[in-house]
DNA sequence: TCTGGGGTCCTAGGACCC
DNA sequence: TCTGGGGTCCTAGGACCC
């Protein structure tokens, strides 16, 4: 049987990038993608001329137009990034039949056994890259090894318009090279914590025992860290879950401390997550929700229903009395979301006895709503008390 | 520096049942 | 009367990733 082999590809700077093939006259600067300069954004992608004056994404954009004054920041484009992706998906998936898109800008491609098809990985992925690049003009990042964890860590080892290989028998050797920072899944938190027992390689990590890491991290914290240290696949993407969440946030611009403004909010919010709940055809019955006040402590309240959410009616009025649940001191609120958790895939038949007819009905009149907004995009199908002003 | 929005997974404690 | 241990479900919070 064949050695397992993977590849894992990442676009480069992908948001920056895109930008800067759609206007040539933005490339060879530095560009910065997301929030508006001034605003309470942060920086979502930024291009190498960006990283080089110490922009990074997740920062603060005040922080960002002070590092790199002479920057361009744009706003984030979504639909037109969607794009691009999806056409690099298609030129992925004539390379391998498994292929497993894990964001907007990066996928694993299943490719064991394709060498007699394909010839040497290293040559696939060079010709992939060339291929990525001559049809969408953007280059990519490649990473080949024997796993999908190892392969990770090899695409983003020799960025941008990487290609790192990982043979069998090289994982110690590789995962030694790389700084504590560069494996997946330890954080700034974990680095810190490691670092006061004097751990701050990944050699270091490797001689911990599992007993030792089991005090400082707990049971899955541990095995995390021992296998990763020793370049095995610590179960990044390993078994996907059955269920999953949905939930929508907005950052406010200015705090707000009024009651009807937050409900009318949630209404919103509300709206747009079962939007996309019925489009997936979900059901959930645990709605949370989040609040952010003035000096960033953020506060969650869930609840689990008896019968799954059928309306907007039942999300947006459990969320409001969530609200009123965790907002007791009427703070300013800076961010407020809602969201639903464990949700399934609707399976089989309803048990409508359990609905009141009301329930029913209402719930028929917005499904004929999401269908209409469904075939008529951006048609602002809104309920009247939602139409106000939302100071946004 | 003054901190987005979308997610996933883990932990800890309490309630409840056997 | 006082006391187990395990399992499951629920809630709140936090680390981490892109």
């Not at 990442?10 to 300069?37: H, T, W």
């Not at 920072?181 to 670092?195: A, F, T, Y």
């Not at 958790?341 to 009141?356: A, K, M, R, S, Y």
Request: glycine share 8%; charged share 25%.
């Amino acid at each position: 049987m064949a050695d397992p082999l993977w590849f894992h590809v990442d676009m480069d700077a992908f948001y920056a990038s895109v930008e800067q093939l759609d206007n040539p006259q933005l490339r060879g600067r530095p560009v910065i993608v997301g929030g508006k300069p001034g605003g309470r954004g942060v920086v979502s992608a930024c291009s190498y001329e960006a990283r080089a004056c110490g922009v990074h994404s997740a920062q603060p954009i005040a922080k960002a137009s002070e590092l790199c004054p002479h920057g361009v920041f744009l706003p984030v484009r979504m639909s037109r990034y969607r794009e691009l992706s999806q056409q690099i998906m298609r030129a992925l998936s004539n390379y391998s039949p498994e292929v497993h898109q894990v964001s907007i800008d990066e996928a694993f491609l299943e490719m064991t056994g394709t060498e007699r098809l394909f010839g040497s990985p290293h040559d696939t992925a060079g010709r992939l890259k060339r291929e990525v690049r001559c049809e969408t003009g953007l280059t990519i990042s490649i990473g080949i090894a024997p796993s999908r964890y190892l392969a990770k860590l090899a695409s983003g080892y020799d960025k941008p318009d990487g290609l790192y290989q990982v043979h069998p028998g090289e994982e110690l050797a590789f995962t030694a090279r790389l700084p504590l920072s560069k494996l997946w899944g330890v954080g700034k938190q974990s680095r810190r914590h490691l670092e006061r027992y004097g751990i701050t390689t990944v050699t270091q990590l490797r001689a911990q025992t599992i007993e030792h890491l089991t005090r400082l991290f707990g049971e899955a914290g541990a095995w995390y860290l021992y296998r990763s240290a020793r370049g095995i696949d610590p179960g990044m993407y390993a078994e996907r879950t059955k269920t999953h969440s949905i939930s929508s946030e907005t950052t406010f611009e200015h705090d707000i401390a009024g009651a009807e403004t937050l409900e009318r909010v949630l209404l919103e919010l509300s709206d747009g997550v079962l939007y996309r709940l019925r489009q997936e055809g979900g059901v959930a019955r645990v709605v949370t929700l989040k609040i952010r006040l003035q000096d960033f402590t953020t506060k969650t309240a869930r609840t689990t229903r008896t019968a799954p959410i059928r309306s907007l009616e039942e999300l947006h009025s459990t969320a409001v009395e969530l609200l009123h649940r965790r907002w007791t001191n009427r703070r300013p609120v800076r961010l407020i979301g809602v969201g639903l958790d464990n949700v399934l895939l609707d399976t089989g038949p309803e048990q409508v006895e359990l609905f009141e007819d009301r329930g029913e009905r209402q719930r028929r009149v917005e499904d004929a709503v999401f269908d209409l907004r469904r075939r008529y995009r951006g048609i602002a199908i809104r309920k009247a008390r939602n139409l106000g002003e939302t100071n946004r």
